[in-house]
């Protein structure tokens, strides 16, 4: 069974790399890509999703505005929020209204599983559970807190910015192609944004693990190439 992803989201390129973040977890599949609030809300009369990635700020009808109106019509998705960075007064004014989890941009893709496996967590507590008693809550907070202070500790281990999975996925990419690599090309073939990517490289380059060379050959704007140091 593979769970449906409704993706609302107003810039096609973040969009895009939404999608193919989601299709990286095989046990999810997209179910439709929306502009905006209100075309969320007409897909929603038809179609039913189990998760929806959200939005904060888009035209005609913003994230707030959407999820509030999913709890008012009793849409039984869950959802997770996606937002500027430092941006509480969203958070706080979405808490109440039963967010799964909140993403803020730019976010890895390790970050970005780590809230579909929130999901999963939570479906298989209830699948597994036709009475819901305190232990099965007590197994549902647990789950959360666990998987909370393993991101935690990952950050404590590396600079603020840089995470475990991530890193790994970066280099294992780098010790497979040996030749030089500019930021988009990385970026591309791990569907990982050009600014996260640019962010990890820049660290491999400070701890000595890869070594970059400007290229002067663009016939434009010179570009950083980067590969594993020897």
């Not at 640019?198 to 693990?209: D, G, S």
């Amino acid at each position: 069974m593979s769970y449906k992803v409704l993706i609302v989201e107003d810039d096609p390129m973040v969009a895009m790399i939404n999608e193919q973040y989601v299709r990286k977890n095989s046990e999810f599949m997209i179910a439709g890509s929306c502009k905006n609030g209100q075309e969320a809300l007409k897909f929603l009369e038809t179609n039913q999703v189990d998760l929806i990635l959200l939005d904060v700020y888009m035209p005609v009808m913003d994230g707030i505005e959407t999820l509030t109106e999913i709890r008012d019509k009793k849409i039984d998705s869950d959802v997770i929020m996606v937002t500027a960075a430092n941006d509480t007064t969203t958070i706080e004014s979405t808490m109440h209204l039963g967010v799964l989890d909140y993403l803020i941009k730019p976010f890895a893709y390790e970050r970005f599983n780590v809230s579909l496996e929130k999901f999963l967590s939570k479906k298989k507590v209830f699948e597994e559970n036709q009475i819901i008693d305190q232990s099965v809550i007590d197994k549902l907070i647990s789950t959360k807190e666990k998987t909370d202070s393993s991101i935690v500790n990952v950050q404590k281990k590396l600079p603020k910015g840089i995470q475990k999975n991530t890193l790994s996925l970066i280099q294992n990419y780098f010790k497979e192609n040996s030749s030089w690599n500019s930021v988009d090309m990385v970026a591309e073939q791990l569907g990982i944004s050009v600014v996260t990517v640019r962010n990890y490289l820049n660290y491999l380059v400070q701890e000595k693990i890869i070594v970059e060379d400007i290229n002067y050959s663009t016939g434009g704007r010179p570009s950083m190439l980067y590969k594993t140091a020897d």
